[in-house]
């Protein structure tokens, strides 16, 4: 079993909509949880950046952490075509550095007119 | 803004070359990554710096190695290209605060034939 669990979709969606794409995880370190856009052959970019339980907002987008269930999401409100990419999950243990940051193998987002 | 320059998008090459792939990030960043990114498999750590002429292994360093000299630099070397490393591979930087998270590059596309 994968220590960070995504579907990969395809999710397809309305212009408009309200997004909600998901991870659960199975290593009850993971503190510091990530999510990350990539667009069609490109890198990916950071998007949101939580420590933690609970919730963040920046714009359209909030994250939402629940350490408890093991589960993290990120919603996108009034999504646009603009929003249709790959979105990618990532946590670091509470202790850790960097080079044990765990992804999410992704989920594809398409937001259609 | 965080800037990740990888020097070639695509690259085409034969069954044992060697094989150099460049990367340049521009905001001091200690840390430095290579990664590879395979449908269904997602990112896997091939190797990973935390300083000039420091290299740690990651995941999968089999038929890799690092070469990072200049602080802003980071070099990902196929000592002896295989089909089976046809991948896309992502360089990354990131401060070395723990939990400091990574920037990448737009990636190269490298197809081993």
């Known amino acids: 079993q994968k220590e960070v669990e995504q579907d990969p979709g395809p999710l397809s969606v309305p212009e408009g909509a309200i997004v909600s794409l998901n991870c659960t995880y199975s290593n009850s370190a993971f503190q510091y949880f990530m999510w990350y856009r990539q667009y069609s052959r490109k890198g990916p970019e950071l998007l949101m950046y939580t420590y933690s339980s609970g919730n963040k907002e920046d714009g359209r987008f909030t994250a939402q952490v629940d350490k408890s269930s093991k589960y993290i999401s990120l919603f996108i409100r009034d999504s646009q075509p603009s929003d249709s990419a790959t979105y990618l999950c990532?946590?670091?243990?509470?202790?850790?550095?960097?080079?044990?940051?765990?992804f999410g193998t992704g989920t594809r987002l398409q937001v259609t007119l | 803004d965080v800037k990740v320059t990888q020097s070639s998008r695509y690259l085409v090459k034969r069954t044992g070359e060697k094989v150099f792939l460049e990367c340049v990030q521009d905001m001091d960043h200690e840390n430095m990554f290579w990664y590879r990114q395979d449908p269904g498999l997602g990112l896997r750590l091939i190797y990973f710096s935390y300083d000039v002429k420091m290299k740690e292994k990651g995941d999968i360093p089999e038929g890799y190695s690092v070469s990072r000299e200049k602080k802003e630099r980071f070099s990902l070397i196929l000592e002896s290209a295989s089909t089976n490393q046809t991948s896309m591979y992502l360089c990354a930087s990131s401060f070395r605060r723990n939990n400091s998270p990574l920037h990448f590059g737009n990636g190269t596309r490298l197809t081993v034939t």
């Open positions: 990532a946590m670091i243990p509470g202790t850790g550095t960097a080079s044990k940051l765990t």
